[in-house]
């Protein structure tokens, strides 16, 4: 596999931000063999009570419920959201989900079920949409992490490093991610990629 994302993406860095995301990428690699992801923005619908009404804490406590939520379906192991306003869509999140490639090779599924959840804790007045790969983006984010090629960790650190831009937060130093729980010690071993 062969990846080629610039080291330096085009936009200005928080670099707190920025080592969290990081972190955890690191956390999620060295605790899982084999990752999938789904990047998703969460906001409310124009125009609806909530959007209108729309304040940090409000959309950060519905995006709470919902990663709570997503938590508890079959192969997803993490999550990782941002907060930023525009003028478009108001108060929003960018979110990744992590899923374990053991239990699904389909992101869309998992995908879909935080889609149905959101549109219930929002009483239909959310959206969830959902990021794909597009022919101008110069990482693909389909491409599968796994722990024994560096090439596909390099290429979701430079995916994710959008969510720790300064531009479009507006002062806002709002970020939630799940706790990563250690590996395992029982099992097979990991070897590296020439053993």
């Known amino acids: 596999m062969t990846i080629t994302p610039p080291a330096i993406p085009c936009y200005t860095m928080d670099w707190y931000l920025h080592s969290l995301v990081n972190y955890h990428i690191d956390m999620l690699v060295n605790r899982y063999s084999r990752l999938?992801?789904?990047?998703?923005?969460?906001?409310?619908?124009?125009?609806?009570?909530?959007?209108?009404?729309?304040?940090?804490?409000?959309?950060g406590a519905e995006v709470r419920l919902l990663m709570a939520a997503v938590m508890e379906l079959p192969a997803v192991v993490g999550y990782f959201c941002v907060m930023e306003w525009t003028l478009e869509h108001g108060f929003h999140?960018?979110?990744?989900?992590?899923?374990?490639?053991?239990?699904?090779?389909?992101?869309?599924?998992?995908?879909?079920?935080?889609?149905?959840?959101?549109l219930g804790i929002t009483q239909g007045q959310g959206v969830l949409?959902?990021?794909?790969k597009k022919e101008s983006y110069l990482a693909d984010i389909r491409t599968p992490v796994s722990y024994n090629a560096p090439a596909s960790i390099d290429n979701i650190r430079y995916i994710l490093s959008y969510l720790a831009k300064t531009e479009q937060k507006d002062g806002i130093s709002w970020h939630l991610s799940n706790e990563v729980p250690v590996r395992p010690t029982v099992g097979r071993p990991r070897q590296s990629k020439g053993e």
């Open 129 to 132: 949409y959902r990021c794909e």
């Open 93 to 118: 999140v960018h979110a990744v989900l992590w899923l374990d490639g053991h239990l699904t090779q389909k992101p869309y599924a998992s995908t879909e079920k935080a889609n149905a959840l959101w």
């Open 36 to 59: 999938y992801i789904s990047r998703i923005d969460l906001y409310y619908r124009k125009g609806s009570y909530r959007y209108q009404n729309s304040s940090p804490q409000s959309i």
